[in-house]
């Protein structure tokens, strides 16, 4: 077998497809989380705390000199990060809570089976007579 023909065996298999695209909404879908938190979350919490916007947030370690940027540990970009995943985690988590109780509902009535057909039910009866005859 030739080397394109798997990998376009490969390319083209249901996964494959579903998993691009799951990766594709997955960078959008962060991209509006990321602004949520960024844009509504952080503000009111930057108040409650005295004004204080997180993504400037910064221990400077080393000032600027001349023409050679100061050095900085942006702890602030951190914890905006931070809320981002948590943020992300949880809606997630819920969204594959609601998907599993889904699923348990399909699982939890299966359809009630067939009544036995006229035949099947005398031959049980003929079964049971010729059982009670030994």
Not at 27 to 38: D, L, N, P, Q, R
Not at 69 to 85: E, H, N, R
Not at 89 to 111: C, Q, R, W
């Amino acid at each position: 077998m030739s080397m394109m023909k798997e990998f376009k065996e490969f390319a083209v298999k249901g996964n494959v497809v579903d998993m691009a695209v799951g990766i594709i909404i997955g960078v959008a879908f962060g991209k509006i989380v990321s602004s949520f938190v960024g844009d509504v979350v952080m503000p009111p919490i930057g108040v409650m705390l005295g004004g204080v916007d997180f993504s400037s947030l910064a221990i400077t370690v080393k000032e600027a000199v001349d023409d050679k940027p100061a050095v900085l540990i942006s702890y602030g970009k951190f914890i905006q990060t931070v809320f981002d995943f948590i943020i992300i985690a949880l809606v997630v988590f819920m969204a594959i809570k609601g998907i599993n109780s889904l699923k348990k509902e399909e699982a939890a009535a299966p359809p009630a089976p067939a009544a036995p057909s006229n035949e099947e039910v005398l031959l049980s009866e003929i079964r049971d007579l010729l059982k009670e005859k030994k």
